[in-house]
């Protein structure tokens, strides 16, 4: 009896990690084809796509179109602008968006239901249907810097950030995280003399681990991978994000190779962020059963 | 050190009342406790008296302010709560000195007195330990030290040992009681277990309905309840409570019986009767005796339950009228059951209540 059921436990596994490999070979093959397909020439790599050789490292194998691609594009510069903007927004939005959220949740203020109401209402509003008045209001809003005041945001790295760095997704995944911390915290804080922003700060902050890592992967993701809107706002090549860059490899002859070796060079510092932050973004994700 | 003036609080939430009027004087270093079943409130007046709850109108006066409006830091008081709140980011050192940290005190004085706590509550051990590495009880001392290292005018308790074990409820409640006499601090402690109440309290605040019932001694409630509810609160295994005939008034001497029941004189306490009316007659399970003869006894009936303690004896007798009384019988003994048994009280040791 027990042997059967042992058998059926091992038979059950099996098939658990077949399936789970399946699903993994899904996800990772088209990074592989990427990869792959970077170090080949373009008529190999056309021809590869084929059969299965696309997945793997045969034929002619160079890196010269990672040498074409730093060529053709200022791939460090794009680079070094989707880390500057994506990094400063990051961190501006998870403070931001994190005391938002606070405010929902642990102060009391009139029309606070209804205000939070609205904010989420605009996560089923789409970026296209307010991409122009934002670029018309973008286009137009004054600036104190170094050369005085200046007006119009266009062509620089503030445009790119300051309309993004809050959000309703997430100040959601704050206001839901912070939902779920035992009341009793803040209020044996607030009872021992803390003012709000010290709850905020030693009390809620320290103990928001797995949101953060959460709220800063999704948000690095839609900042990295932005297109439209500094394609709409950024004319300058020293402000343009990778995405933006990609347009430098579709010119009349499309360089497949060099595309691949720019995307695979591209794709590097999203995955070493997610493999960073996995953790605490995977055990958030179980816990308060929000989806990414 | 501070006392607590309690002057018609009020509390609702839109249309629903809450608290509906209470006035509670609690004397500077006395040990003061709520007690009274779910939803009656006593956390609440709790939390009001914290200022985690705002108070709806009546004042608040803690020491010689009002305080109705302060912030819970203004207040001058410490609370521990049922879930322990301790910070699981913070070690217990941490934990312990964190209202010393916010107030700004030096590291010296935070170390000494931080120290000072763990000794009062023996946790000296635990000091560098995380709360996930404590149990129950452990984490409950911490919420303590918490509490006792501000030196705080009031200290109050909301529920602290419901989480815990019997054995360790038991060893707690003491600690507590010796705390209280260590520090001489006022302290409002709520509860639903009328044991604390009896053995902590110097004074009992018995609630119902966000309203007060009686506030007395612990041994005055026990002996003087006020009402039927009192009396049916305070005392383990609860009093019984048996539907009696006026039969004869005279003055204060009311001569009461039931079908299970043989006449008998009380004198009651409060209330008025009618000869020909209804009351309600209160006898205490430890106030019954079995008599061995059966006509000798006041009430009479059939053995339903026993269950033997060892140091006493509870039997449920099912009385003729089909209602069930407890006798908390002293020492070990048998009662079969379905026996016939015959219970006798003193009548100056049970309690009338009018309808």
């Avoid at chain 1, 203020?109 to 018309?136: Q, S």
């Avoid at chain 2, 308790?157 to 409820?169: I, M, T, V």
């Avoid at chain 2, 430890?286 to 009479?300: I, K, N």
Wanted: proline share 5%; aromatic share 10%.
């Amino acid at each position: 009896m027990a042997a059967i059921s042992a058998d059926n436990h091992g038979l059950r596994l099996w098939t658990r990690y077949a399936v789970l490999v399946l699903i993994a070979i899904i996800f990772v093959f088209p990074l592989v084809f990427m990869v792959m397909s970077s170090l080949k020439p373009d008529q190999q790599l056309l021809s590869d796509t084929a059969s299965l050789r696309a997945f793997l490292p045969v034929g002619d194998i160079s890196f010269h179109n990672y040498t074409a691609a730093f060529e053709r594009a200022p791939v460090g510069l794009f680079v070094m602008n989707s880390v500057i903007v994506t990094g400063i927004t990051v961190l501006f939005s998870l403070l931001i968006c994190s005391a938002a959220a606070f405010a929902f949740v642990f102060l009391n203020w009139k029309g606070r239901d209804l205000v939070l109401t609205l904010i989420l209402a605009t996560l089923i509003v789409p970026f296209e249907t307010y991409a122009i008045p934002l670029l018309l209001i973008a286009s137009k809003l004054p600036w104190i810097g170094f050369d005085g005041l200046t007006w119009g945001w266009l062509n620089s790295y503030r445009v790119q950030i300051i309309p993004f760095i809050a959000d309703g997704l997430t100040i959601f995944l704050f206001v839901q995280y912070f939902k779920d911390l035992p009341g009793e915290l803040i209020e044996a804080a607030r009872v021992e003399g803390a003012s709000w922003y010290q709850v905020y700060a030693k009390i809620v902050m320290p103990l928001a681990g797995p949101v953060l890592a959460t709220a800063a992967i999704l948000k690095f993701l839609v900042m990295y991978n932005q297109y439209l809107w500094p394609l709409m706002v950024v004319q300058e090549e020293g402000y343009r994000p990778v995405m933006v860059g990609l347009q430098y490899f579709f010119q009349l002859n499309v360089a497949w190779g060099e595309v691949m070796a720019y995307l695979s060079l591209i794709t590097l510092p999203v995955l070493a962020f997610y493999l960073y932050l996995q953790k605490a973004f995977i055990a958030s994700i179980a816990s308060t059963g929000v989806k990414g | 050190m501070a006392g607590i003036t309690l002057n018609d609080i009020r509390k609702s939430y839109g249309q629903v009342h809450v608290i509906k009027g209470v006035d509670i004087t609690v004397e500077d270093g006395e040990f003061v406790v709520f007690v009274g079943p779910s939803g009656c409130g006593k956390s609440t007046l709790l939390r009001m008296i914290a200022g985690l709850e705002d108070i709806t109108s009546g004042t608040l006066t803690i020491g010689d302010r009002t305080v109705n409006d302060l912030p819970p830091k203004d207040r001058g008081v410490a609370m521990v709560f049922q879930s322990y709140a301790i910070f699981p980011h913070m070690t217990v050192r941490e934990n312990v000195a964190f209202g010393l940290t916010i107030a700004g005190a030096s590291k010296e004085e935070k170390e000494a007195k931080v120290a000072e706590a763990a000794r009062i509550l023996q946790m000296e051990h635990l000091l560098d330990r995380r709360p996930s590495q404590l149990s129950g009880g452990q984490r409950q001392r911490v919420a303590i030290g918490r509490a006792i290292v501000r030196k705080p005018a009031v200290f109050l308790f909301d529920e602290p040992l419901s989480n815990l074990d019997a054995a360790l409820r038991m060893d707690m409640r003491m600690e507590i009681g010796k705390l209280h006499k260590t520090l001489g601090a006022t302290m409002i402690y709520v509860t639903h277990d009328q044991v604390e109440a009896m053995t902590l309290a110097d004074k009992i605040v018995v609630l119902k309905d966000g309203m007060v019932q009686q506030i007395g001694a612990p041994m005055d409630l026990y002996h003087n309840p006020a009402n039927a509810f009192v009396a049916g609160f305070i005392g383990s295994p609860s009093m019984n409570f048996l539907d009696v005939d006026v039969k004869a008034v005279n003055g204060n001497r009311i001569t009461v019986a039931n079908p299970s029941l043989d006449p008998v004189e009380i004198t009651a306490r409060h209330g008025s009767y009618t000869a020909g009316g209804k009351a309600r007659l209160g006898i205490r399970p430890q106030y019954l005796t079995p008599e061995t003869d059966r006509r000798s006894g006041q009430l009479h009936g059939k053995v339903a339950l026993t269950e033997r303690l060892g140091a006493e004896t509870v039997v449920e007798v099912t009385l003729a009228t089909g209602k069930s009384v407890i006798a908390a019988l002293t020492r070990d003994a048998v009662y079969p059951l379905g026996s016939e048994i015959s219970l006798s009280f003193n009548p100056t040791e049970v309690h009338l209540f009018s309808e």
